[in-house]
């Protein structure tokens, strides 16, 4: 089946460092999204990457989708302690939402 | 979100026992989702239903059971709880409409089986 892998599992920053997950599918996807998740709380959405060789940015937050559309990234510039989370990708096999499968997270701690 | 509640938000309870975990949600969507979270596994698909009459296993749904009471209504069932069953479980919805899925988490119910 489908699967989406996410590099690194955990990352402790100090504060001002830039940061970079990566998210990696065995099948080409129709589209990824990013969640970030708070500790105790619950996935928020970030945003939605389509096109191959997509580039958003939102503020400090750069987000890739690769040009085989099977891979995507994250990168932080400048860590906060607001950061802190767990970023999650979410891959997308189809646009019927059968086939949505999320990486399994990268844990980031900022320190201050 | 806000629009989207679960009950009860923690819940222990012994092996072998029935548990429900209920989702209600206020934005209207047709899509709703009950998903499964453990420490280092992300979030994995229990079930996932499209509408009323539109049921769907996910990736894990052995030992789970759902039910669609009404659009805005979907319940998780565990027939007889198992330790293994202990995890945050999130109920979410999208909205048909959207082509794209984007998933609106409740605030997750913690469930501890002793």
């Known amino acids: 089946g489908q699967q989406v892998m996410q590099i690194p599992q955990y990352q402790h920053v100090q504060e001002g460092e830039d940061f970079t997950t990566y998210c990696n599918s065995s099948t080409t996807l129709s589209n990824i999204q990013w969640y970030k998740q708070r500790p105790g709380g619950h996935p928020v959405f970030l945003i939605q990457?389509?096109?191959?060789?997509e580039v958003k940015k939102q503020k400090r937050l750069t987000f890739q989708f690769g040009e085989a559309k099977k891979n995507s990234s994250l990168h932080i510039t400048a860590t906060q302690t607001t950061d802190v989370g767990t970023y999650f990708c979410a891959g997308n096999r189809d646009n019927y939402g059968q086939n949505f499968v999320f990486g399994p997270g990268t844990r980031l701690s900022v320190l201050p | 979100d806000a629009d989207v509640t679960q009950t009860p938000r923690n819940r222990i309870t012994k092996t072998g026992k029935r548990i429900m975990l209920e989702c209600s949600q206020t934005?209207?969507?047709?899509?709703m989702y009950w998903y499964r979270q453990d420490p280092g596994l992300g979030l994995q698909l229990i079930y996932y239903?499209?509408?009323?009459?539109?049921?769907n296993k996910g990736e894990i749904s052995d030992g789970y059971s759902v039910s669609r009471q009404a659009q805005a209504k979907f319940s998780l069932s565990l027939e007889s709880a198992i330790p293994n069953q202990t995890a945050l479980y999130f109920c979410?919805?999208?909205?048909?409409?959207?082509?794209?899925?984007?998933?609106?988490f409740g605030p997750g119910t913690r469930l501890t089986v002793l």
């Open positions: 239903s499209f509408d009323v009459k539109d049921i």
């Open positions: 979410a919805t999208s909205d048909r409409g959207a082509p794209t899925d984007t998933q609106y």
């Open positions: 990457l389509v096109k191959s060789g």
């Open positions: 934005k209207g969507h047709d899509r």
